[in-house]
């Protein structure tokens, strides 16, 4: 830990703005000392904006700490925003950090950030040591977290947002069981290093870390700095059987789904469907038959 004077940028999810747990949590951090910066998200393309501020910020006020104030999917925006500014093989010039104010917080949850605790989050961000850290990217867009396709990635999408406030996760157990007659598997072939698979399959992810979904452990040993990512494939079940295995995927991730699902580590991997399929990259959607995955190593720094 460091106890050294920091300028936190808060880049705040305007959904959150009137929260009281964050005005607290700001007041705490300066007053052990520190500078808290606040910018408020309103409509689409602020958090770009708001990035190349910060960007632009540097020379005059030194950021030592971009901090994303929101989910899943504003982690996602900021970080993507900062590296659109950052030429290749450059590091960004501030580290990251996060305030859980989303939902679902899978990364959150990764880092073991307790979104009850606000004030505690932030203290955290200010005094914790930016460690080096991997972001995945498809077809060229980055992604944080995870990267998921197939059955999985619809029922994440097709969830009603009111419904998680109330059930969580189980939300999304709730909406899959409901929807599934309508949703079809979907047809791959993956190839990566020594892998080589072909099939139909029920869900996919290629995760930096582990949960995404609201909770669901679909890569339970994926890790943030280590150069790799996890695939995790869940091919589809027999006839009969699919209702129970989803179940199963939804309530308590691939950990009971052992001699069920494919599990590799990859850096680079091609996915190439027979028709159009989405992916989610931290909840932000693709749609497309033909996929370049890879890996950027140690690409930022981030409190955790």
């Known amino acids: 830990m460091t106890l050294d004077k920091q300028h936190l940028r808060l880049i705040l999810n305007g959904k959150s703005a009137s929260r009281r747990d964050v005005r607290a949590a700001v007041d705490a951090v300066r007053g052990m000392g520190h500078d808290v910066s606040v910018r408020v998200t309103y409509e689409a393309g602020d958090v770009a904006r708001l990035v190349a501020d910060a960007l632009a910020d540097q020379a005059e006020c030194r950021i030592d700490t971009l901090v994303s104030a929101g989910g899943d999917g504003t982690l996602h925006e900021v970080v993507d925003a900062v590296l659109q500014h950052v030429p290749a093989g450059d590091r960004p010039p501030f580290s990251f950090a996060v305030l859980p104010l989303g939902t679902a917080n899978d990364f959150a949850r990764h880092i073991r950030l307790d979104p009850n605790d606000i004030p505690g989050c932030l203290r955290f961000a ?179």
């Open 126 to 304: 200010a005094r914790a040591t930016a460690k080096p850290m991997d972001v995945g990217e498809v077809n060229g867009c980055i992604f944080v977290n995870m990267a998921t396709g197939g059955f999985g990635t619809q029922v994440t999408a097709q969830t009603d947002p009111n419904l998680k406030k109330v059930l969580g996760g189980a939300a999304y157990l709730f909406t899959g069981l409901h929807r599934f007659s309508e949703l079809a598997a979907c047809e791959a072939r993956v190839e990566a290093e020594g892998f080589s698979w072909q099939g139909q399959f029920l869900a996919l992810a290629v995760g930096n870390g582990r949960r995404a979904g609201g909770g669901i452990r679909l890569c339970p040993r994926a890790k943030l700095d280590d150069g790799f990512l996890d695939l995790t494939i869940v091919p589809s079940p027999e006839k009969g059987k699919a209702i129970d295995l989803l179940s199963t995927l939804l309530d308590s991730g691939v950990d009971g789904l052992n001699d069920h699902i494919i599990q590799r580590k990859v850096r680079n991997l091609t996915i190439e469907t027979a028709d159009p399929v989405q992916f989610n990259l931290d909840g932000e959607p693709m749609t497309g038959t033909s996929w370049q995955i890879g890996i950027r190593q140690h690409q930022i720094d981030m409190k955790r």
